[in-house]
């Protein structure tokens, strides 16, 4: 009996089979396809940070981040060495709700998802020049909530987040060593303001008074 049903088994077996295959593959056709991860260029954001595009009005973004991300204008950051994904990412947000400023979003409009990884990629690879804790007054408080925070406030540590000398965590969290201080300073006031959105910053910094929030800055600054 084996030896007459054997072949028609294989038969519907291999049958069985084939309608499988067909249907898998029916299934992966649905499968959304997957976008293309970017082609990230570094040079290429070189040149369209140090020179723009005329042809599309886009200014030079060294003209108010300064030679290699290196701002000299203590409103204006400094991104030389900030981590690449956080520096996308922040590029994003500027075209969203989540972060308006009338240049910035302006600008950041006008770039490809492409450039703001390519810019992001070149920033990266900047040597950022060191900053300075300016106010002796105030430093051993910005270190204080730096490093402990503010128990009676619930404020923690900078330090959890930002890292013990600033460098930060990639995408999540910034770079804040040798930052300017004006700048960090503005910073947590949009943050208290509401204006540039993040639940923990928001949260943290209205538990602060501008006095913590200037000592803060300042102490930042000195870190290396």
């Known amino acids: 009996m084996n ?74 950051p400094k991104l030389a060495g900030q981590h690449e994904g956080y520096l996308y990412k922040q590029l994003v947000a500027f075209t969203t709700a989540d972060r308006s400023q009338p240049v910035m979003t ?14 992001a990629a070149w920033l990266v690879t900047q040597k950022q020049n ?8 105030t430093v051993e408080l910005g270190k204080k909530i730096y490093r402990g925070g503010i128990a009676e406030k619930s404020v923690p540590a900078c330090a959890s987040c930002h890292g013990a000398t600033g460098a930060g965590i990639p995408v999540q969290y910034p770079r804040l060593a040798g930052q300017h201080q004006d700048y960090t300073f503005a910073q947590l006031g949009l943050f208290k303001a509401g204006t540039r959105k993040s639940v923990e910053m928001a949260t943290i910094s209205k538990r602060m008074s501008d006095e913590e929030m200037k000592a803060v800055a300042d102490y930042v600054a000195g870190l290396k």
């Open 130 to 137: 060191p900053g300075a804790a300016k106010n002796k007054d």
């Open 3 to 76: 030896s007459v049903f054997s072949p028609f088994v294989k038969t519907m077996l291999v049958a069985l089979l084939a309608v499988a295959a067909t249907a898998t593959a029916s299934a992966d056709d649905k499968k959304p396809a997957q976008p293309a991860a970017p082609k990230i260029d570094a040079a290429k954001g070189a040149a369209l940070f140090t020179d723009g595009d005329n042809a599309r009005g886009l200014p030079a973004c060294v003209s108010c981040h300064g030679a290699g991300g290196n701002s000299t204008i203590s409103v204006n």
């Open 106 to 119: 302006t600008y950041a409009k006008m770039l490809s998802d492409e450039e703001k990884h390519n810019v």
